[in-house]
C-alpha cells in the first residue's frame, strides 16, 4: 500500500558491529510488504568504476581511509534520502554510525589525519544541517567482540579476513558509547537492544520481539 501523501516513513537503522548480524536481521523483515528494507551498499563500496575501495582501505587503511569514508558517506546520505514507497523503512546503518563509530574509530587509531577528519565532521555536520535526515528508531544488535571475530572468519568476506580483534573491540566500545552510556554523541533516536550473540536458531524469537515495538511504534506513526 502506497505511503500517502508521500509522508515521512517510519525510519528504522539497524546499527551494529561488523559480523553482528544486521543483513540476517533485515531479511528477517522482507516478509512485510509495508516495509522497506535499505540494505548496506558493500557492492557499491567494492566496485566504485572498477574500483574496490574496501579492499583498498583495508589493504592500506593510512592512504585510503578517506576515500573509502568520503563514498560510504555519500551513499548513506544517498540511502536517507531515497524516497520510499512503504509506511516503514528499514536501513543498514547510517551516516550517524558512519561518524560515531567508523570515522571515530579512525581518528583515534591514527589511521585518519586529522584534518582528513575534519573534513569528514564538517561534511556531517553540513548535512545534518541541511537535509532532512531524521531516524525514528535504532536496533542496536549487541555483540561480543569474540564472537563477531569468529563470525567474519567463518563468513569469509575477503577483504575483511586480516581485522583483528582490537578492531572489532574498539568499534564495539564505539557503539556502546554512543547508543547505551550516550557518551559522546547525541543519539538520533530511542534504542531498542538486542542480544544479537546469540546463534541463529535462538535469535528468531530476539527478533519477534523488537517486530513488535518495531510495528507497534510504525502503526502508531502511520495512523498518527
Ligand atoms: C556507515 C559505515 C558502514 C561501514 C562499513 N565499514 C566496513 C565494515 C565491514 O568490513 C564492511 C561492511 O560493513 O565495511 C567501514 O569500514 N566503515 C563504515 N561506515
Redesign the pocket.
Known amino acids: 500500500k502506497m505511503n500517502s501523501e508521500n509522508r515521512k516513513p517510519f525510519t528504522v537503522l539497524v546499527e551494529g558491529n561488523?559480523g553482528s548480524g544486521k543483513t540476517t536481521f533485515l531479511e528477517h523483515f522482507r516478509q512485510f510488504e509495508d516495509i522497506t528494507l535499505l540494505t548496506?551498499p558493500?557492492e557499491q563500496?567494492r566496485n566504485l568504476r572498477g574500483w574496490n575501495l574496501?579492499d583498498l582501505?583495508?589493504k592500506d587503511p593510512a592512504k585510503w581511509a578517506m576515500t573509502?569514508?568520503s563514498y560510504?558517506?555519500l551513499t548513506?546520505v544517498d540511502m536517507h534520502l531515497r524516497p520510499t514507497p512503504t509506511p516503514v523503512k528499514l536501513m543498514e546503518?547510517?551516516?550517524f554510525?558512519?561518524r560515531y563509530?567508523?570515522?571515530e574509530n579512525m581518528l583515534r587509531n591514527g589511521i585518519l589525519h586529522e584534518a582528513e577528519f575534519a573534513v569528514l565532521d564538517e561534511w556531517f555536520r553540513f548535512i545534518q544541517q541541511h537535509m532532512s535526515i531524521d531516524a525514528d528508531l535504532i536496533v542496536y544488535l549487541k555483540t561480543s567482540p569474540s564472537v563477531v571475530h569468529e563470525r567474519i572468519r567463518k563468513r569469509a568476506?575477503s577483504?575483511?579476513q586480516c581485522?583483528p580483534l582490537k578492531y572489532l573491540e574498539d568499534l564495539h566500545q564505539l557503539h556502546e558509547d554512543w547508543l547505551v552510556n550516550r557518551a559522546f554523541a547525541e543519539c538520533p533516536a530511542p534504542v531498542v537492544i538486542i542480544d544479537a550473540d546469540l546463534d541463529l536458531s535462538q535469535i528468531t524469537d530476539e527478533y519477534k520481539k523488537s517486530e513488535h515495538q518495531i510495528l507497534r511504534k510504525a502503526v502508531d506513526v502511520v495512523m498518527r
Request: net charge negative; with cysteine; aromatic share 16%.
Open positions: 561488523i548496506e558493500v563500496w574496501l582501505m583495508y573509502f569514508q560510504v558517506s548513506m546503518r547510517s551516516i554510525s558512519a563509530c567508523f570515522v568476506r577483504e575483511e581485522v
